[in-house]
């Protein structure tokens, strides 16, 4: 059975020892860094980010770390879909000897689920971005209902992304699901 649980003196170890293939250390932050951020957050008085291991039969997994946004005037979500605040999922991982089996998705039903509780405050929508090339994010986050958003940009920069540009590696696509 999957869970989200907070993170405990008890789970923490293993939350900071999940790993990934070397191919798909570029797709997320670390565990630690997650962590490192919200601490930081907490010291400077904003909302922390909601992070939790997922757990499979008691397991630590992955983990997830979500944020709460009121977006600016200018954000394609607020000029194309309305959305005035959103859950934006920060990073989302599962360990990699146990990608594959069905387990990430279940965890992203948990996530939705745990949104739609609004936990942080009422929202519009739940947004997340992947690089183009990640064929696994793409594929999960469409068969649980996002679509993509027609937001292309470098990933790098965070600047515009021009379609001309051949080093797709470097596109980071946005993606939403409406509450
Ligand atoms: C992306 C990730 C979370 C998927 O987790 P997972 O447990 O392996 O995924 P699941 O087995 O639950 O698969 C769910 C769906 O994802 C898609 N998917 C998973 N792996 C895939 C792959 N290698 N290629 C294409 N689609 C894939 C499929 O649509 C699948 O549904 P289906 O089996 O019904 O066709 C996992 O691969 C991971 O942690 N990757 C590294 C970190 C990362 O990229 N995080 C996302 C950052 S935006």
């Known amino acids: 059975m999957i869970e989200l649980r907070k ?6 170890e293993a939350v900071l020892e999940l790993s990934l293939t070397d191919k798909q250390k570029g797709n997320v932050d ?4 997650c962590l490192a951020r919200a601490y930081v957050r907490i010291l400077n008085d904003e909302k922390p980010p909601m ?3 997922i757990c499979h039969n008691d397991e630590v997994i992955g983990y997830v770390d979500i944020g709460f946004y009121e977006l600016a005037e200018s954000s ?9 605040v959103t859950y934006g999922l920060n990073r989302f991982m599962i360990d990699k000897q146990h ?3 069905g387990l990430g998705k279940q965890a992203m039903k948990k996530v939705i689920g745990y949104i739609k509780s609004f936990p942080q405050g009422k929202a519009d ?6 690089w183009m090339t990640n064929a696994a994010a793409r594929g999960l986050y469409a068969s649980v209902g996002f679509v993509e958003t ?5 990933g790098q920069t965070g600047g515009d992304w021009n379609a001309e540009r051949k ?12 509450l």
């Open 76 to 84: 394609i979500l607020r000029e194309k879909y309305g959305d005035e």
């Open 167 to 178: 080093d797709i590696e470097y596109a980071e696509v946005g993606a939403r699901l409406g």
């Open 99 to 101: 990608q594959g089996k």
């Open 125 to 130: 929508a739940v947004s997340l971005s992947y």
């Open 30 to 33: 670390s565990s630690i860094y």
């Open 150 to 154: 027609g937001a292309i940009w470098d």
């Open 51 to 53: 992070i939790f291991a």
């Open 7 to 12: 993170i405990t003196h008890d789970n923490f």
